[in-house]
């Protein structure tokens, strides 16, 4: 399978814990986005990078949240201090420069209990 | 703020009738793409209209981009229970990351 993937797929932690989510992206993509979505919502942007280059940043992610892109490939994205209102699905996405067709992988599901 | 607004929000039909699920702007955007997402999955790709007026068909599915590329509708003939899910669509433009619409939520019954 050479579609974007996701790891872990499930994750429950306890507040105020940190969590790592971590994507790879079809292979010739060399745009990511990371996106969130809470029950009943469309996704909204979190942040995109072009190559290892992180090129915006939506004012959803805090303080909190960094991500990283460091060889242009696969992206990592960090939630300190997990807060109740962070749980939701973090998706992750891919495309070319140029084109604005953009696909999921299928998704990090984030519970903070 | 760009925002898309789809509707209906919620529809439940039986097997075999067909439905339109509208997706509208007061923007105007360089493309539209149209997804599926099933529960606890990411969204599967339908179509990318780029074109005003563009028409697709996907099998049962047709995709419509408005004239002016601020709205666009889907419309699925003789629905079928594979057909449940959430539907979103989203645009894209110079910026980049997608706006998504508010989603409808398709149900058919057998």
């Known amino acids: 399978d050479t579609g974007v993937s996701q790891d872990p797929r499930h994750k429950i932690t306890k507040r105020g814990q940190n969590v790592t989510f971590r994507c790879d992206p079809i292979s010739e993509h060399n745009r990511l986005y990371w996106y969130r979505q809470t029950l009943g919502q469309g996704p909204e942007f979190l942040t995109y990078?072009?190559?290892?280059?992180?090129?915006?940043k939506s004012r959803l992610l805090s303080d909190r949240f960094s991500a990283e892109r460091p060889k242009g490939s696969f992206s990592t994205l960090e939630i300190q201090r997990t807060e109740q209102g962070d749980s939701a699905m973090y998706l992750c996405a891919s495309s070319l420069t140029g084109t604005d067709t953009q696909y999921f992988g299928p998704g990090t599901r984030l519970t903070v209990l | 703020t760009q925002l898309l607004e789809q509707s209906p929000q919620f529809l439940s039909i039986q097997e075999g009738e067909n439905l339109t699920v509208y997706c509208n702007s007061s923007s105007v955007f360089s493309s539209l793409q149209w997804y599926r997402q099933e529960p606890g999955e990411g969204p599967v790709l339908l179509v990318t209209?780029?074109?005003?007026?563009e028409v697709k068909k996907l099998k049962r599915l047709t995709f419509q981009f408005g004239d002016a590329r601020k709205d666009s509708s889907l419309h699925i003939t003789a629905a079928q229970p594979g057909d449940t899910g959430l539907y979103l669509c989203?645009?894209?433009?110079?910026?980049?990351?997608?706006?998504f619409g508010t989603g409808t939520l398709l149900a058919v019954q057998p």
């Open positions: 209209v780029v074109t005003g007026g």
């Open positions: 989203a645009a894209g433009g110079a910026t980049n990351k997608l706006i």
């Open positions: 990078f072009q190559n290892e280059a992180q090129l915006e």
